[in-house]
């Protein structure tokens, strides 16, 4: 048996300790988001704006979020938005980065230059929006797709990925009569999970998180989507006032701003988990070589 001496246990004992308040830094803001967002407004002035364990539960905030169905039109707006759009953004992310990493395709080095430039710099703000408004994408959910259909990071990072791949399988193939088509799906694809579901992972996380190109391109209500749904509530300033007796009968717009925050940000913990076992891997295999 190995037996640690004194000096080991107590840097032991310390690591553990200062693991315990890293991860209690992490707990401790979802649990009191969530204890707020059941909490009565009449509790929460009580204990001055500070509830971790609700003494009495309410779920009158979460009843007022979804009243008129705006929650549920933004959940299908994002939804769409997620789902289409990730995999939208991993099928020509792919198909550009592919052939970006053979070495012998025409004009790789100037078609890398453009795209690093397009990291360092963009036409901003005005011109994107006069882009989308001449093709015909203002209130369309595909405006919050196409524009941003492949980040030229991601792309340098799966390109790096493919790059490691060896080259004598895709040889191998051609001589068995492979194509091109043949050789992504049945050799690259397979090969190449890892990074796909690392990709795919900071794609839709961008998705479910971005509200400003919505804020931009959608009016119509119906196709706003969660995050945009969020700010607005959390920039709803109401005034908490009148007497503890009457404040229990209101709606609290601190427990509205939290249980807007529990709603749109579950979905995305609940899925989180059974993508993260690829998510260091593909990270580490794809990283950017110098």
């Known amino acids: 048996m190995n037996y640690m001496t004194r000096s080991e246990r107590i840097t032991q004992f310390l690591n553990y300790m200062l693991l315990s308040l890293l991860a209690s830094t992490c707990v401790v803001p979802f649990i009191y988001v969530i204890s ?30 979804m009243q008129g169905g705006r929650l549920a039109d933004a959940y299908q707006a994002t939804l769409f938005r997620v789902g ?4 939208v953004n991993l099928f020509f992310t792919i198909l550009m980065a592919l052939p970006l990493s053979r070495k012998s395709l025409p004009g790789r080095s100037a ?18 929006y006069l882009l989308v408004k001449e093709i015909g994408l203002l209130d369309s959910s595909w405006a919050l797709v196409i524009p941003g259909l492949i980040n030229a990071f991601y792309l ?3 390109k790096s990925f493919f790059e490691q791949l060896p080259e004598a399988i ?13 050789i992504l799906f049945r050799i690259v694809l397979p090969l190449s999970i890892p990074i796909i579901a690392t990709i795919g992972l900071f794609y839709a996380v961008w ?3 971005s509200y400003f190109d919505a804020m931009l391109y959608i009016n119509d209500t119906s196709k706003q989507p969660l995050q945009l749904f969020l700010r607005q509530i959390l920039l709803a300033s109401v005034a908490i006032s009148g007497d503890a007796a009457e404040a229990a009968n209101s709606v609290n717009p601190i427990s509205v701003q939290m249980a807007s925050v529990v709603v749109t940000t579950l979905p995305i913990l609940v899925v989180y988990p059974f993508i993260q076992r690829h998510f260091t891997k593909g990270v580490l295999l794809g990283s950017v070589k110098g």
Do not use: C
Request: aromatic letters at 8%; proline letters at 4%; glycine letters at 8%.
């Open 36 to 65: 707020v967002s059941v909490t009565p407004i009449s509790e929460v002035i009580k204990n001055d704006g500070l509830v971790l364990i609700p003494t009495k539960v309410t779920w009158t905030a979460y009843q007022e979020i």
């Open 84 to 87: 289409v759009g990730t995999v």
């Open 111 to 128: 078609i890398l230059l453009f795209i690093v430039f397009t990291m360092l710099f963009n036409g901003g703000i005005i011109p994107s």
């Open 156 to 158: 340098m990072i799966v």
């Open 170 to 182: 895709d040889e191998a193939a051609r001589i068995d009569g492979a194509g091109e088509i043949a």
């Open 207 to 209: 998705h479910w998180n």
